[in-house]
């Protein structure tokens, strides 16, 4: 049984630039959501997808923005790249929209240079 | 201030210590209550949760919550050397609203 998968592992990119990350939620999830987790830090809530759409939000700006697929598989691009954007970039699997038993993948950590 | 607030620590403790983790918070709306696990570059792992105040026990893990005060609590009984991780405390207002991380505490037991 597959778990939360992420790709890429690491990535190093440059202010102003644009990052996609992506996510394949765990085998029989249908719920992503977006966390960003900076060194030291607890994860800070982006957003959740379920059912293709952005269903709550946290307070991150309009330069993050995502997608969720119909295989339930989500992306988080970030535009306009910040040196304040530098961290873990954590997906985390569900059920049915429920926040609770989260299911985290690896990460993406993101560096900006 | 923070709605969620946890010690960083670094706490270090000997193996077969009884560790205790905290965090206090200030929203009374917060009706669900987690503990996560996380290892040196990997992703958060669900312990435990718990919804009432009062205590709930799996293995060697109990989770405590005390509603009237804001507090809840990780105790670790047996300490053992892999148990070294960061453990966040989560907390949600509901099954189905965001929830807030702590910062972690960074607990390291040694053999």
Known sequence: DAGVTQSPT?????RGQQVTLRCSPKSGHDTVSWYQQALGQGPQFIFQYYEEEERQRGNFPDRFSGHQFPNYSSELNVNALLLGDSALYLCASTVSGVQLEQYF?????LTVT | QKEVEQDPGPLSVPEGAIVSLNCTYSNSAFQY????RQYSRKGPELLMYTYS??????????????KSSKYISL??????PSDSATYLCALSSGGYQKVTFGTGTKLQVIP
């Open chain 1, 10 to 14: 690491h990535l190093i990119k440059t």
């Open chain 1, 105 to 109: 993948g690896p990460g993406t950590r």
């Open chain 2, 33 to 36: 209550f987690m503990w996560y």
């Open chain 2, 53 to 66: 105040s009062g205590n709930k026990e799996d293995g060697r893990f109990t989770a405590q919550v005390d």
């Open chain 2, 75 to 80: 105790f670790i009984r047996d300490s053992q």
